[in-house]
């Protein structure tokens, strides 16, 4: 009796001790690991491969030029034009198809541009501007829908914040004053809201005059390298030569929201040849078409 009792005593007592030999071992294994991991001698596998570091900015450049428009390319470049206003090119934004196809499209449905009353609110004639243009729907095919979405990369509005591209055409004598793109009537940012920033795209060379002239920038106009090629009107403000394919982009509000005069805008004549362009204008909020 009294040696199974032992026995049966005994057994137990040794399986315990074993359990907390196993434990203890687990214990100090996890505070070695953890101390290897404290001291950095052993990582655990966060940076994958396949996901690059916050900083790497590549991916954001990848999804700008990897841009699936219609024909190719040239080099693509920033420049910065003013900060009173701010204004930027964009060279070769569009290829030479995706203008020839803008032009094309609006080609059988140009007519005489008008200009907003800005007392009413409403489209009016004008002297002021004597071009002839018209809108293409937002989002009406696949190319538009790509330039849209460039757009967006570049300016960092989103596309539901677009008006419709509108296209322009100036021939020979034909301008628009210098004018602003915001609004200071109720009327006209019901929708959207006011008009934050545009996009102008050159659809053509054009071989003199034409150029987007602004008369209230603070730069000192005669430095821009092109000084010796501008018209007349060129010169009565810092501006910028049409060229096939570049984009102009300029912002009405300030950072702080509040409206920038500096915008003050024109096209001037054209002197020689024929301008196409296609203006993109984006309000505050969306814009519903
Ligand atoms: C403006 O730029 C031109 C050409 O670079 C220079 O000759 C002229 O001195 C500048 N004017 C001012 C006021 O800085």
Known sequence: MAMAKGRHSRMPGRRSSSCTLVLYLLVMLSFVLLMLLALGILSLPINTSDSPPAND???????????????????QWTEVIAWEPRAFVYHNFLSKDECEYLINLAKPHMEKSTVVDSTTGKSKDSRVRTSSGTFLKRGRDKIIRGIEKRIADFTFIPVEHGEG???LHYEVGQKYEPHYDYFLDEFNTKNGGQRIATVLMYLSDVEEGGETVFPAANANFSSVPWWNEL?????????????MGDAL????MRPDASLDPSSLHGG?????????SSTKWMHVSEYKV
């Open 268 to 276: 001037c004549a054209v002197i020689k040849g024929n301008k196409w």
């Open 57 to 75: 900015l590549s991916s954001i450049v990848h999804s700008v030029e990897r841009g699936d428009g219609l024909g190719a390319r040239g080099e």
């Open 165 to 167: 591209l509108q296209i």
């Open 231 to 243: 018209s007349e009107c060129g010169k009565k403000g810092l501006s910028v030569k049409p060229k």
């Open 249 to 252: 982009l300029f912002w009405s």
